[in-house]
């Protein structure tokens, strides 16, 4: 009989004693329907080898990479010998609580609109403090203006989603994104299925020096402004191109030209969004920041005169005081 989860955990380099926990957190769920499909990418330290040797249970199965090929190549491998209808995942340093899986299973049991479950976590690890929580945010639509025009709103430890999702839409991995490639992952659901997540704190999430999104946290900041540039571009029915909504999101558009076809669309943009059901309330929230740090970047008096006078000035109800204060100043600075 075919297990009802496939776990996907791939491991890299993870220290032993995380490693342990992590997989020790799986074997012990409440729920024990499961394949554990664990995917070493070619590690090469001793002690990650022989944790992964001294597992014995039955339910796991494990895969060694010759070389190391990417987080993304190595998740990709996990989710093409899943068998289970649902697929969880689960990263190699976190802990997921024992019912996390009983409780995800009951939820896409009892709730076939929706494809993907996530839940809040709870932070561990020696530099939790700089960690940025994610947020509960209960609206489908809401979850969906987060994950294409924030960044994720979930943690991927804390994801179950239903195998057919993946299949039908030939979902998968993108290697190009790797470090971030589970954000770009989700924004490949919006649209496809239904978005959950629970309140309960199911996984303790290992935030720490050797995490990857610690160690790379600028590369990933980039990536991060594609995607979302991205998103917003198809989104927008290429009406602004991805350039120009990448030097928006990261605050300066350079070309004068660019500037005037941004602010001439961008208001057409968010009444789109309103029309196609997202809440204005959260989008007004989600950009209010990039346009102020527009203004505040965009250099010369031309380009300052022109966010001066823009609808989208207006839209977002800048206080008149602050846009005097970028004309003035960032005028003088550039002219």
């Known amino acids: 009989m075919n297990p ?15 490693l342990k926990e ?88 009892e709730h076939q609109e929706c494809g993907l479950v996530a839940s809040l976590i709870n932070v561990i690890g020696n530099d ?6 994610f947020p509960y945010i209960s609206s489908q639509k809401d979850i969906e203006s987060f994950l294409l025009f924030k960044g994720c709103c979930f943690c991927n ?10 299949e039908s839409n030939k979902l998968q ?23 959950t997540i629970l309140k309960q704190k199911l996984v303790d999430y290992r935030y ?9 946290s600028n590369k990933n900041k980039d990536k ?17 191109s991805n350039k120009i909504f990448n030097e928006f999101i990261n605050g300066k558009i350079i070309e004068s030209k660019d500037l005037n076809k941004f602010v001439g669309e961008m208001t057409y943009f968010i009444n789109k969004l309103a029309n196609d059901g997202y809440s204005s309330k959260f989008i007004n929230a989600l950009f209010y920041d990039k346009v102020r740090n527009l203004f505040y970047h965009s250099e010369g008096f031309n380009k300052q005169l022109v966010l001066f006078n823009s609808k989208l000035a207006k839209y977002f109800n800048l206080p008149w005081y602050w846009k005097l204060f970028c004309l003035i100043t960032r005028s003088i600075r550039f002219n």
């Open 22 to 109: 992590a997989v020790n957190s799986i074997l012990n769920q409440s729920f024990s329907g499961f394949e554990l499909i664990i995917v070493d990418d070619g590690s090469s330290n001793s002690a990650t080898l022989s944790c992964l040797d001294s597992f014995t249970d039955p339910r796991i199965k494990l895969t060694k990479f010759k070389t190391n090929q990417g987080a993304s190549s190595a998740r990709n491998y996990g989710l093409k010998q899943a068998i289970g209808k649902y697929i969880a995942l689960m990263d190699s340093d976190d802990i997921s609580k024992p019912n996390r899986f009983a409780e995800q299973v009951k939820y896409l049991d």
């Open 208 to 216: 720490h020096f050797d995490n990857i999104t610690h160690r790379n």
């Open 4 to 18: 009802k989860i496939s776990v996907v955990m791939p491991v890299y380099n993870t220290k032993a004693a995380y």
């Open 157 to 166: 430890s804390s994801v179950m989603f239903r195998k057919s999702v993946i």
């Open 224 to 240: 991060m402004n594609l995607i979302i540039s991205n998103n917003l571009c198809r989104v927008s029915d290429n009406r602004i």
């Open 128 to 133: 939790k403090t700089n960690f940025a929580e």
């Open 173 to 195: 991995y993108n290697s190009k994104f790797d470090g971030v490639e589970d954000y770009e992952f989700w924004c490949q659901f919006v649209g496809k299925t239904a978005f």
